[in-house]
């Protein structure tokens, strides 16, 4: 692949009516906090756990389309495995099954987990990077976890030597937190390994 196809593969646009057609109903629902042209669609290629070149489509907030396409400019520069990219709509928008799959993904418009407000992907503010690997980790009282996906279990530990894990100083982390966005696996009251999120002034 030339520089210019590699370079011509890393794309944002408005929705197309197709991809509007395929997340309405699915990761999209009518509301009164965002609209399609609120949103972008972006087609990026990305190393996978196979060492191969793969084509990945995402939707994000619009305010963040470029952005977004410079970190994972970056994170395919330096060859950083992610093992999948695809909209969550192929996995009928079910963030579980998603992850188990080792999707990464960004917008859907849901709650966060454990109810409450909407999340941050909702907006198509936030990003997840493979999951299963970079698993959210939670605390309870009595002592027990929560951990999603639950196959997660096996990788909570921040071990460089695992395939597409993020830590503090890795590649991927610095391609998001040196552009302003925030590490789940920073938060206090739980490790949300796989997620970045940011919250431009509009929001």
């Known amino acids: 692949m030339s520089g210019n196809d590699i370079a011509d593969s890393f794309r944002a646009q ?34 996978g756990f196979d060492d191969e070149i793969h084509e990945g489509e995402l939707i994000v907030n619009r305010s963040v389309a470029e952005e977004v396409l410079d970190i994972f400019k970056e994170l395919f520069e330096n060859r950083f495995p992610i093992e ?18 080792n999707n990464s993904s960004a917008f859907c418009f849901r709650m966060l987990t454990g109810g409450g407000d909407l ?16 698993p959210y980790v939670r605390s309870w009282e009595d002592g027990s ?30 391609a998001f937190v040196s552009r ?15 997620h970045f999120q940011k919250y431009p002034r509009k929001y």
């Not at 999948?84 to 998603?98: G, N, P, V």
């Not at 907006?123 to 997840?128: F, I, R």
């Open 180 to 194: 302003g966005w925030e590490w789940g696996g920073d938060w206090e009251d739980m490790d949300d390994n796989h």
């Open 14 to 47: 408005p929705l197309p009516q197709k991809i509007i057609n395929r997340i309405t109903g699915c990761s999209y629902v009518e509301n009164y906090v965002i609209s399609y042209s609120d949103l972008s669609y972006l087609t990026v290629l990305h190393y």
């Open 84 to 101: 999948q990219i695809k909209l969550i709509d192929e996995f009928d928008a079910d963030d579980d099954k998603s992850m188990a799959a």
């Open 119 to 134: 999340s941050e992907h909702a907006y198509g503010l936030a990003v997840d990077i493979n999951p299963l690997y970079n």
């Open 145 to 174: 976890l929560l951990i999603l996906p639950p196959a997660g279990a096996d990788y909570i530990e921040r071990d460089p030597k695992v395939k597409g894990k993020i830590y503090p100083g890795s590649v991927c982390y610095n």
